[in-house]
């Protein structure tokens, strides 16, 4: 149930058409769905402004199916699913209409949404093997009514690549840097932005780069001000993050 | 220089009281100023959207209060400066006017902004050991022109605090969490909240806390999808980006 | 062999049934039984007040049905065995009748024992993948014969989830708080509840989560004072501890 | 307001004495004073059974003498106040009457309260230079009603110092174990004790005791289950926990 | 080459049956062998003391095979191999007679040594999940002319199975203490000692052992100042200081 | 008291002069003398075979006095005193006869003792600035009974230093290496000495030295098989083992 | 495109054989070639002085290929792959002539280009089990055209094997050092050394090695002044920059 | 004594002035003047090509004014002297005549050198507050023959700047690239110039930074190939080896 979805409700309370104790039926006595194993908040899209997502490690296949299934009859009609083996999405795809991406093992459920984003999103990385993290913060956008421009393979030791995208940068209205190693992307993006700049840093990288401990604390101390930081490999934050900015009214 | 004082020069340009060219030399041949020791950039505010700030930490009274001239000659009308000791505001005060917080050791100079966001900022923390740091984010928002609503003292080892201000929480534009220890308080208000959440670990604690390790990888890891990080202590790039998004047309 | 066996046995004594001397061979003469491989120490039920728990992981299923015997043939009733893996239970099972939890890997050998706790232990965690410490917890509690109370999914970005559930928390003897990531719920519900909460972090996470050590910071961190922590995962530990507090007189 | 200051008005309520809107108005309206720069929580010791606790640090001397003045208006008869250094300490002793300990760093204001926990709590540590941890739960044990009995000097490299008092071990209803170091202590004594065993890892070393985390990691990894943890000097929590056992009914 | 070996070459130069430019070939030309891929080191238990051993891990049974039968061909009598693996061990030993403990994955190669040590070593471990690594320890130690007494199963939290073992542990000429987890064992075992003490921690454990640290900083602080420790796991270097110290003239 | 004072006892209970039972009064009703903030140990001596050295730090001067004399009360002849720092040891010149050693913060009360020792005790350390701990090690070796070679200022970068003295290392019965930085002394010492080497790190360095880490981690993964590591600037406890090792019989 | 072909190019047109616009075009217009997942950068050799090189790890055996094949387009001569496993290896080599080492695993294709370096590249490795990393060095610096001479089994605990090298060591233009465990083998060549000495930490070793951190930091703590280090396990960067120095003009 | 002076004293040989006994006096004799607290290594600049450096930190002022003296009256013409404070630097200067630079605590004593370098050293930092070790390693290099271009303020968030220098990074020698904080300075550097690139971390920052840990990760990670990394704030031996480099013949 979403912003829109209430106001509904309450102008039928207004018009007449239901009354407020029906209303407030529909809205506030079940806050969510207990399914045994998990408590299916439907009202969350009220709280927070967006639809629902899943994250499908550690769930099965089946209990996947059956939250989606409730998500839905509950008026939800996009699903985003993230952390989803390739295994489990094709028992899901044998039940319920999925769009599976393999590289970020993300699927949307349900209908693709209009974009209702004021501007442009910018999903920008390092490396080709940063893609699986950056695609998931793309598609996550794309789930939630974002216009999506990809910048890949823009890392800093090739800084003239980044350089000819000043102009694609200049424009967004919320960036995701994606950066493992040294995570010098962010910052210099940042430098180059006028608007939020959300990084995330990933576990590429082998040596001194822990698992992506290196890449974060980068960001973190990073020079330029309009930088914030998720969770290593977080791409889903990062593009549920960029896309509440640029929905802002 | 600031976007609209970019859009006079061009105006004056479109009306024929300055040639391109003149425009072009106000604009792109300096596009910083060399003082020797730190090149001031004087377009930055046309780039990235907001007035100067300084950095206090590091400079000496004399060169802060250099760069403030040169800032406000070139047509700043407000600069921030942060991470400034008694000491050196007691020196630049007997200078420049400026209105100095000892809390959070920030100064502003020149007038105070109009408010130009379009909602409210809420900067929150979780005990008053904190509030040097949400003081910092508090006055940086408020220095770019935001109406901020401060929530102190909501810890989450007494909720019943932080519940009462749900509708504080559920329409702000852009929230900062300032927490230290244990840095729940993030994830608790990013749960409430549908707007972005920018998390500030402080270094507040003792023992474990590991000068503000344990509330940064506390807010890192955060099951809130809409709270991203920056530096611990650094209120200034929470409430700096918070401006941005409650600035977003 | 527990306290009330040994008082049996001095009773026995009191009414001549049996020597002193007798008394003293029955309980001191063998404070462990020499296995070979590992001194099961019959005594520690008498020491500390519980029956015997066995450590499955390293141990053969052999090793371990041994184990079992020789306690049984001592006089322990019940048995708990913990970090034992679905294998080995089927192997231990062929020979000892044991009720075996897949997801928690415990497996428990002889009768349930009758609730001899005072009150009720409330068993919380944040989320589903959290289920196999929390159940570790829960059904080690009721090995020990406490009646146990679970609150699952009940994460703090969904605070209203855990504020439903005030009462039971506000009425329980003693509480374990299973939570990953960023470890909050220890915090809140620590705030909540008047008895000691015993937190414990979950390897559960990714990223910055560190294989759970993100969690046990916070967690010792906990601006609630009545929250005390043990090793990350160790489930077992926690639902003992809980026990003692429980069993006190 | 603790439980019996509630069950007093309760019951005035079922003699008649008062309405029960005036009791619901003494109970609920002011679950918090706020004195501004923080909430004095007067509803506490009802949630949590215990008498108020001021940490100390970070705060003025005026503003600690302002809070325990609104406690004991508010119907506090004990106030403790830890971590208050010496200049705090005689500043508030000026104005109300406090004793004070300079080793723990707490002071006491109000009357001593009478012993009400069950048995007796013991407070174990391994050096001189641990004392002052030591003492801070201690004497908080006392503030809140126990009997507590001190083994101090029991370091595991003279075991049988620490052999010597297993009798005073085996009859506590809670320890306290603080250590430096290595924190071996915690384990020794949670072999021997049948009660929970609050382990407090103190910063007392040098070198690779990296600040207390050599002993925080090792009590974290006891063998013995009944062993929990507390942060980092953290005295004051382990002596709250030990009295909510000692408690318990 | 060990020195008794060279004293018999310098004897027959005493006695005129070579001649000491002879002597000096069979000693200095070839301070090592070159098989291409490894430097036997065929002077090293002249410098050094003892006989060889090999560390099998990152080597193919081939090369291990070659490099024993140089070794063998240069003199020496018994050879240990550690870290070997039982697939190789059953190549090994299908050219060499060995004999292989797959507890500890060592072998010994040629001739059981006659016991040359002054006293007894003891080595200790904490639980039945240690012997893995008090095995290497032990049989380093036996093939190196030592009778080792093993107390195994010790662990600190049944400090009383320790104490029963103090006479063995005065007695000893060098004692080897194996523990994971808290590694509280060095630490009880050096105050009982009077010789010293070499800790060997483990990667047993879990969580917060965080693959032995927990241990390593633990003995590490050790507050008995008799006690040394090796990395992790080498329970190699562990029974090889052990045998030099039992050997000292 | 130590071994010999033991034996004297003994030889008069068998020569009549006391009886048995005066001799256990001696030796085992006493084993520690209860100063009230510390238990002075007068049975260590006996069970560790050196005479008894008091950790300064934390202790107050007047606390040490009145150690000092208590032990020398029990027959010992020389106290060592470490981690001393001036004022405290000129308050104590003052009342007892020490001498004092600035550099390394040591000082000894009582006789210099005869050389006991076997051999030599090599201390070696890599640069001027270790200084302070090689002699905490060499003081307290001599106080001990041994005779000590100082090897100092052979860091590994000028190896041809450390090689002109391969014939003292190799001649050595035990040798302390002290290390900050790189730690690579105890290796390279290792490979050449055929005697135990204890490695000792020092908080020597800055930047990624991490206060000793860097070199403790070096020492710990030497490659030669005969070094073991004591703490961080534990230049005591090396000598103490040092010695325990010079004196084997 | 490397310098020699630039300048072949800028030859042409000071004979008029092609314009300048022609040049121009040659080398500006398409300063990298978009292959769509990772843009092929054929102005580096330029831009850096080498032949290009293709990172394997990450990249499908097919993506390699049409990488390769557009590099040699574009007018490389050699191309070297690192990271690149065995099964790749062959599928590659099934469609383009390349040499592969299975131990460094790196492959060249094209033709090995003429020693263009100076003087002598040293490759050092301490142990048989760093060969997976000196090898990378090695083949990289060969493949960029320099002759190398690899000194393998040279670790410090037998530090006479490398003092017999003394004369190559002094006589280089740049040298590689790689070593696990305690990294100490850089120091020593260091100060052997008078050029610069480029230090591989690897990642061999278990325990406190930490994967390569402990051999790194000591690397980085290195006392000899000439040492700088590269990631864990970067061989490949070693051997690039010891040749861009062996071809300083 | 550097190799020219020793080709002097070789000529001299081969034109009969002296014996070729007396130059081996000359030589080799004496590797090294012993000054009782440090060996001066009078022979290093024969062995590393450069002039002698002293480590001011740990040593007195008397001390390095005898070190300086000792030196040149061996040969030396110029000597550096690093981490020399303000303190120590007026006692020097009241007896040798040194140059001090308070910034980077550095101070030259004799003739300022010939400049022999080759080429061009950049030397290159991100903001004000790292001078003080970009300035250490300018001097240095300096110091040691070589022409110095500093780029300060530099850094990644105002791209531009540095942009507009990319003539001077691709003709410099060798580049030392000095940065705290995220560190990205290092990569984007090392992906515009084509000679080596020695990246120094300093520990400016502050939260997050851990004391320089975040800037040596990342740049331990760079992304560009001719990028290593020396200790956190070793501007020397940046500056060091950059000279070496530039002094390759």
């Known amino acids: 149930m979403d912003s829109k979805s209430l106001k509904d409700i309450l102008n039928k309370v207004a018009q007449g058409e239901i009354t407020a104790d029906e209303a407030v039926n ?18 969350r899209s009220l709280r927070q402004g967006v639809c629902e997502v899943i994250y499908g490690q550690g769930k099965t296949a089946e209990q996947i199916c059956s939250i989606v299934n409730t998500l839905m009859d509950n008026g ?3 699903v985003l699913i993230t952390r989803l083996d390739r295994e489990k999405a094709e028992i899901i795809g044998g039940e319920i209409h999925i769009i599976y991406d393999e590289i970020s093992r993300t699927a949307v459920a349900g209908e693709k949404p209009d974009i209702t984003g004021k501007g442009k999103i910018v999903v920008a990385c390092a490396g080709t093997s940063d893609l699986y993290c950056a ?3 793309a598609i996550t956008a794309e789930a939630l009514g974002n216009e999506v421009v990809r910048l890949y393979d823009v890392g800093v030791a090739g800084i003239h690549r980044l350089m000819d995208k000043t102009d694609i940068i200049m424009q967004a209205k919320a960036i995701v840097a994606v950066a493992g190693m040294e995570g010098a992307l962010a910052s210099v993006i940042g430098g180059l932005a006028s608007c939020p700049v959300i ?9 001194a780069s822990f ?21 290593i490999d977080n791409g889903f934050s990062a593009g549920y993050i960029a896309s509440i900015i640029n929905h802002q009214e």
């Not at 006595?29 to 998990?38: E, F, H, K, N, S």
């Not at 990084?199 to 040596?207: D, I």
């Not at 698992?211 to 969770?231: E, I, T």
């Open 26 to 43: 529909h809205i506030k006595i079940q806050p969510y769905v207990d399914l045994g194993y998990a408590k299916a908040d439907t009202h």
């Open 76 to 78: 939800e009609k996009t």
């Open 135 to 137: 695609e998931e913060a």
């Open 199 to 207: 990084a995330v840093p990933t576990s590429v990288g082998y040596g």
């Open 211 to 231: 698992g992506g401990l290196s890449a974060l604390l980068a960001m973190l101390n990073s020079c330029a001000s309009n930088v914030s930081v998720v969770n």
